[in-house]
């Protein structure tokens, strides 16, 4: 490869000003929503001690870590999530906070996956947990988060459905027919698989068990009761109007192997798509990572940008809403100067400075040319005024670039004049 | 090491909510002084080829690079600096932008070396860059911005000052002198070390140059017209008013083999620590990364977090300044709940629900409690009213926490009439 084609490793990306303002927009979305829910913001190393998501694993590493060994020896990986970070921080230091913790972490993970559209080697996750807690009010509280979460992208009820399951439901299950106890994460994973499995698969790995897949299927279709907890969270979510985004849905366990009660994933309504986020109860996890020294209920769910950007997209709504604010974004100031007197570029300098130090975003060009084609580069950048500065000063001309309406201003007290100006509506000034 | 004692990695740190409070309130200062200026964000991955930055140093690699093989027998690194990211994206898509472009990031880079006092392992910097602008106003206009990034931050005329030097004038000097071209780096580095390393070994490296120390000496107090870039830089941030900032000094050339013509530091006025910032211009980078097939002037400088904060915590005025912003963010939450009559835990939601939904930041104890001892929680969390629910609903008691003052409310109307509450101060409401 030549190096004038240097790229971005594969599954890597580049945020050129435009995919860092959607990603800023994702970001700024789960942070406002978050801040409403009065969860505050941490974060941990992007890279670890390889052990820790050993232990947190129960000594099954996943094939796709970015693992390596670090120059003092160590065996080392990059985050490929941040639940086991964590757990070990608030293993060493919850004492230090009243409980419960309800904490949220905005961060980029890594696993070596196969590139394709919708997933990468890096992504960003939207973390949200509560420790200290362990009734169903803490679940409701994280589901009505992440639904909430949805609606600020402009999502709304027929849009997206949260399915709630509970692994729970499923032990009582077990339990009931006999299942030994070391067994149960390889039924767990039957169930996981259920919907992706041949047929005959399932029903050969069930008969291990003395199973039949119809009773599975019966259970899934006939949960009353089956979930204390979900009944818990579905009053929970109806008291604040969001009853009807959640089901329940047995069929759901997730993968991971430390999830021990409610489980939910949020999926678009016409499941073309991999779960939008997806979280649950994780009461043992603190204990194992720290040996069993500090014991503390915990809940959480992620919610990752690669899916619910690509939701967007594929929804009107959303992606207006998304557009409008990309386009607040995208000019890179309110004022351009347009200096028509080059011999005037010292006090165009001072009023620059001046503007900025009262927080107002201006420009001015490096290199004058015409004024003519100072415009269309103001324009061009998205710019709402051009501040014309030419031999008249301290008088200055202030031209609407979408109305293209001139009001004339002065240099005395111009930042504080332009303050106020900038709050008003494009159109020409009222007397 | 017991598993109960997982820490974060050597010179790798956590960010429990103060720290990461502290972290976001850099992040903030920088992107709002950024943003007056008219830069644009982007970002690039934390990932790269290690033949990236072997182009950019041509040939040597840093010895601290936490560099290791990918599953698919890529030769990647974490990145140790943004910059070659950056050449390689303007490079690949300059052509979409129009020139110059002000471009800057926040982002975490990686060098393995000793930790310590004032530098880890990872570290986050702000990186201002503009591309395709040769002259010397696209270096004021840097330099600039960096003052007025250190004065967002509280320091002022005395805290510091901006040294610029200017490489030209060396390559100017070494030509008169008749040193070979291919040893301009070595006398690069000579001049690069003058104030560290040992006056004889200095002399004896000059003398290979048939050079004395005194000749550099005078050349460096006497620098007058030896930089041209430096005359026009400082009329442009006079006429800015920050004439002041900034000084010649010419035995600043910094290490980096990539810059090509205006360096600068900025330094603590007692220079008691490592320079805060620092960079310079880097006409040929981007020539480089591209085969020569893309020629785009740059110029940048760089902060990282760890040296500022450690400025600002010796510095009483930027100290009080970070303070009071941490203040207002450590509390979780402007309202929370008191829930006077456990029977109205679902009224209690749906008001929860809908003040959320409002914007405004509130929260409800999951285990309902004394309310005494509600009044306690919601006093130690910052929180600045507390909303009493209980058995008059639709009536309730907003209760100013800081005063103690009660004022009656409705929960008709109540999000709209608490959201113009929480503009007003804390004081009793005037009818």
Known sequence: MASSSFQALPGFRDFPPRECAVRNYLFENWREVARTYGFVEYDTPVLEDTALYLKKSGGELSSQLFRFEDQGGRDVCLRPEVTASLAR????????????LKWFEIGQCFRYEKPQKGRGREFYQFNVDILGEAGPRADAELIALAIDTMRAFGFDEGDFVVRVSDRQAWLDFANERGIDEERIPEFLQIIDKLEREKPEVTAEKLG??????????TFIRQPENAS??????????????????????????????????????VFDSSRSMRAVAGGGRYDTLVSTISDGSVDLPATGFAMGDYVIRNFI?????????????????????????????????????????????????????????????????????????????????????????????EEPCHALGLAEWLAERLQQPDGPLLA
């Open 89 to 100: 921080i608030a293993a060493r230091s919850q004492r230090e906070f009243p409980k419960p």
């Open 208 to 217: 291990t068990f003395g199973l039949a897949t119809g009773e599975i299927e």
């Open 228 to 265: 204390l907890a979900f009944e818990a969270i579905r009053e929970d979510l109806e008291a604040r109007g969001l009853g009807a985004f959640v089901e329940l849905d047995l069929s759901i366990v997730r993968g991971l192997a430390y999830y021990t009660g409610v489980v939910f994933e």
């Open 313 to 405: 997209e594929e929804h009107t709504d959303a992606r207006m809403r998304m557009e409008v604010w990309l386009q607040r974004q995208s000019a890179a100031c309110d004022v351009v100067l347009v200096l028509a007197d080059e011999s005037k570029r010292s006090e165009a300098l001072e009023i620059l400075s001046e503007l900025r130090g009262a927080g107002i975003s201006c420009d001015m060009p490096f290199t004058t040319g015409k004024v003519g084609k100072q415009f269309q580069r103001a324009e061009q950048s998205g710019a709402r005024f051009a501040l014309v500065v030419g031999s008249e000063l301290p008088e200055m001309k202030l031209k609407v670039l979408a109305s293209r309406t």
